[in-house]
């Protein structure tokens, strides 16, 4: 029995160990441009672009490999002079509109937009019969 338990929690504990690849990092994963102007440009827009495998964190703060590789499309493709919204809608083609922190209003993210409003006034509404309430 204390076999089969240990068995179970050591390859329970091997898929983070084996979660990354043993493959270098993309070539400008960790690697700056060398000109400033476009570094910036590319840096900016890595902040706009969420880390697919963190979900939490954009591309320019996550250590996550996808995001390296993402970080070095990035830089790639700004020192050729691609312009960052011809690189924001490639991605967003290719991931689909989560990779973006500021996705399209559209019919699919129309309840992402309207949430904050919708639960700003459900609060107002709660807050407001509950000062009712209390003056009675």
């Known amino acids: 029995m204390r076999r089969a338990l240990f068995l179970i929690a050591l390859l329970a504990g091997a898929g983070a160990v084996l979660a990354d690849s043993n493959l270098p990092p993309a070539p400008y994963a ?6 400033p102007h476009k570094e910036a440009e590319a840096k900016a827009l890595m902040e706009t672009l969420r880390c697919l495998v963190c979900q939490g964190q954009s591309i320019a703060d996550s250590n996550a490999e996808m995001a390296g590789d993402m970080r070095s499309l990035v830089r790639e493709r700004i020192a050729k002079g691609e312009a960052p919204e011809a690189i924001r ?3 967003v083609r290719r991931y689909g509109d989560w990779v ?3 996705p399209p209003l559209d019919g699919s993210t129309a309840f992402l937009w309207a949430a904050p409003a919708l639960l700003l006034l459900v609060g107002g509404v709660f807050a407001g019969g509950s000062i009712r309430r209390r003056r009675r």
């Open 100 to 102: 973006s922190y500021t």
């Open 30 to 35: 960790d690697v700056q441009l060398p000109d």
């Open 89 to 91: 809608a490639y991605l």
